[in-house]
């Protein structure tokens, strides 16, 4: 299987979708979600569907309803406009790594095999992991590890990888595994490595600009009573989709008119994220750090 959808039911429902309407999946992969909105779509409905892993093109769903694009999700505005689908009624954003992205040594996503340390979710791009530890300047390097991973002592990992990376390069896992091994304590071992490599995934892809410019055009694309069904995986993501569906910023300042009423662009359908249960966890261990939110444009 390319992927294994998350909280496949309790997205689908919150689209809350009609025969006739026009969805997006903003992150198609395997097409796994895609394939249960069409199963509740008409003859006469649309899904369009982004993913800039081209690897996701092998698993176009043959259906004339289907639109798929393989670009990345923050030119979601540009692509529904050249394909005349505005407004549209539901959009649905999985934001984890696929299981094959994963699955598969060469593209340097798992902590598990140790391949290239590339983490590209578009490969016709040149920025590489590999290339952001053998160049980046050493503040820079903490800067990334701190932010996006995470991570107290990003100054400290930060100067071990340019101390080392002065007497032989970084192109593995491996590698860097003996470069960092000093920082991985016993028994949290897989819990550093995950904000390492969440850490250069974020810098890499540029994820959360990505995120924010998606969010954003959500708002402006979805006609009143759409729905936004957003998946996150770690709390840096999930806080700017709770921040922008609560107060339609992403530093969840509430905006108040003149009488002191809080105005919000969206109607929040989860008051509290929606979580895997222990079935899911049990087959698809990589849910468990799942999060659903769901919001509806007033």
Known sequence: MYHQPVLLTESIESLNIRPDGIYV???????GHSQEILKRLGKSGKLLGFDRDEDALANKIDDDRVILINHNYRFLKNFLTYYNALPVDGILADLGVSSHQFDVAGRGFSIRLSGELD??????????????????????L??????YGELTNGHSIAARIVKARSEKSIATFDDLRTVLSRFAHPGRENK??????????IEINNELDALKEMLEQALQVLKP???????SYHSLEDRLVKHFMKTGNFEGIAQKD?????HSP??????????????EI??????????LRVAEKQ
Request: positive net charge.
């Open 25 to 31: 999946d903003a992150t198609y992969g395997g097409g």
């Open 119 to 140: 983490m590209r979710m578009n490969r016709r791009q040149n920025l590489t992991a590999a290339r952001v530890l053998n160049e980046y300047e050493e503040e820079r």
């Open 282 to 291: 049990s087959t698809n261990s990589r849910s468990r750090s799942a999060r």
């Open 258 to 262: 003149f009488f002191g009423n809080v």
């Open 266 to 279: 969206f109607k929040m359908i989860t008051k509290k994220p929606v979580v895997p249960g222990s079935e």
């Open 142 to 147: 903490a800067k990334v590890f701190r932010d």
């Open 225 to 231: 009573g759409g729905r936004l069904v957003v998946i």
């Open 192 to 201: 550093f490595w995950a904000r390492v490599f969440q850490a250069l995934r």
